[in-house]
């Protein structure tokens, strides 16, 4: 186990035997991409500048919330992390919001998992440890963790297409890593994590750390899109799907100063949507309502996590205008009508998270611009319950899971 010392802020590259009794056998195949969220517990406060001593190649004891199976329960779970190599940095997470895809994942809806599994992308907390290379970091510091934690931070396509379409990336969760006890990463429903410094972000004092976790997948999800948009004053800009990325999304494009349109199947979110800054709200029983706007917006975001007919939406957008799918229904599916689309000679594409430097720059931006997520902030014993909300359309938009109650 891990002990304060005061005298050595470096820990050393793992070299991990195939023998250990800990791990299991590594698998070939999982899902790529993850979502994350919630640990803390290894640096015994937030007050506490002292660095974690450990041991060349010593695995890492976490506590965290796992799937064991399909039905998506989480459970505690007792496991190991792996070693703080040259490059990385041991988190000690203080919260961890909850994103719609944790539950996908975990439930298996995108693809076969491997369990037991921590999910969680959305990950803040403290630096307890630091590799002998690492200049980014330093202990003591706060630190954010999105949907990536490890994999080539200097080759050609981070370069020019953004880390998480590098084949070399690790994502948060659920995806294949040798070096871990499990066989793959695990997540932020957890008291710890270590990740490459490369992919993690500073989080500066003037936000709070439960505001700040959202921004590392739903907000730098929607940032992505808005910053290709180059929007304009007075550009008009749809959301569908005002929850946990779509009222960031309408924040975010306000803040750019663009009209927003946002499109809701849930009546009672319309104030609050209007509170966003939105200039209109259309309630949607049905798709009929989106031919009133056919052909007006100059783009759209939607957002939504389910299945839909992606070329009703697109229709309200103008010919040659941007139509941006965030959303990742089960399967990573949605129907298209070819002709439907064609008609509305709208510019489809799909947009995965953001790079390295984006998630940076969303932080920045909302502590600048005084953005910040609605959020609700739970113990880690109501999961569960409120996995439920998100999916039942409840939530407020943001849960935020307090890591002192793992």
């Not at 820990?11 to 299991?24: D, L």
């Not at 966003?276 to 975001?301: H, P, S, T």
Request: net charge negative; hydrophobic share 40%.
């Amino acid at each position: 186990m891990c002990k304060n010392h005061h005298q050595h802020d470096a820990v050393t590259a793992a070299k991990i035997s195939p023998e250990g009794a800990s791990r299991r056998k590594f698998i070939q195949s999982s899902s790529a991409v993850g979502a994350g969220i919630m640990l803390s517990g290894l640096v015994p406060s937030l007050s506490s500048a002292a660095p974690v001593s450990l041991k060349p190649g010593e695995y890492i004891k976490s506590k965290g919330y796992a799937a064991f199976d399909e039905s998506g329960v989480l459970k505690p779970w007792e496991f190991e992390r792996r070693p703080v190599g040259d490059d990385d940095i041991l988190i000690d997470i203080k919260f961890a919001s909850i994103c719609h895809s944790d539950i996908h994942q975990m439930k298996g809806h995108w693809a076969p998992q491997q369990y037991p599994q921590v999910p969680g992308h959305e990950i803040v907390g403290v630096v307890a440890a630091v590799g002998k290379n690492v200049t980014k970091f330093k202990v003591g510091d706060r630190a954010g963790v999105g949907c990536m934690v490890d994999g080539c931070a200097d080759c050609d396509t981070s370069e020019t297409r953004g880390e998480q379409y590098s084949p070399k990336t690790k994502f948060t969760y659920g995806h294949p890593d040798e070096r871990a006890p499990t066989g793959i990463t695990q997540g932020g429903y957890a008291t710890n994590i270590v990740v490459r410094d490369h992919f993690a972000v500073h989080i500066p004092e003037a936000i709070s750390f439960e505001e700040a976790a959202p921004l590392l997948c739903a907000g730098v999800t929607t940032y992505s899109p808005i910053l290709k948009f180059d929007l304009k004053p007075g550009d008009k800009v749809g959301v569908a799907g005002i929850g946990g990325l779509g009222h960031l999304a309408v924040k975010l494009a306000v803040a750019k100063g663009a009209d927003v349109y946002a499109f809701t199947t849930t009546p009672d979110k319309v104030n609050d949507i209007k509170g966003f800054g939105a200039k209109e709200v259309i309630v949607l029983e049905d798709n009929d309502k989106l031919n009133e706007y056919r052909g007006q917006l100059d783009y759209m975001i939607n957002t939504l996590p389910v299945a839909y007919d992606v070329a009703a939406y697109a229709a309200v957008v103008k010919p040659f205008g941007t139509y941006t799918q965030v959303g990742m229904p089960n399967g990573f599916t949605v129907s298209v009508n070819a002709l439907a689309l064609s008609s509305s000679q709208v510019n489809f594409n799909a947009s995965l998270i953001g790079d390295m430097q984006e998630t940076q720059e969303i932080v920045d931006y909302c502590v600048e611009h005084n953005i910040r997520p609605e959020i609700q902030v739970i113990t880690a014993s109501d999961v569960n319950k409120v996995w439920e909300s998100v999916v039942n359309k409840t939530a407020r938009y943001r849960y935020v899971i307090d890591s002192s109650t793992i």
